[in-house]
C-alpha cells in the first residue's frame, strides 16, 4: 500500500449543491405513506419528506406513523 503525502482533490469530481440536495430528497419530493398499525390510510407523492408528519396529521387523522422515500 503506497503511503500519499498530499491529498489532491479534482475540482471536476466535486459534487455541486444542486445535485446533494437531490441525491438527499430536496426537491422533486418524495412518496409518503401515512400509516395506522401496518394499514396505509393515505398516501402521497411529490412532498417534501421533511413536511411528512404536517401531511399526515391535517389529511389523515390518527395515523401513527410516516414513512417518506425520496
Known amino acids: 500500500m503506497k503511503k500519499l503525502n498530499k491529498l ?4 471536476e469530481k466535486l459534487m455541486k449543491n444542486e445535485e446533494l440536495v ?11 405513506a401515512c400509516k395506522k398499525g401496518t ?6 407523492s411529490g412532498v417534501l419528506c421533511s413536511m411528512s408528519w404536517y401531511y399526515c ?8 406513523n410516516a414513512i417518506c422515500a425520496g
Open 22 to 32: 437531490t441525491l438527499r430528497g430536496g426537491y422533486g419530493g418524495g412518496e409518503l
Open 57 to 64: 396529521s391535517v389529511w389523515c387523522p390518527g395515523f401513527d
Open 8 to 11: 489532491q482533490i479534482n475540482a
Open 39 to 44: 394499514e396505509t390510510w393515505c398516501t402521497f
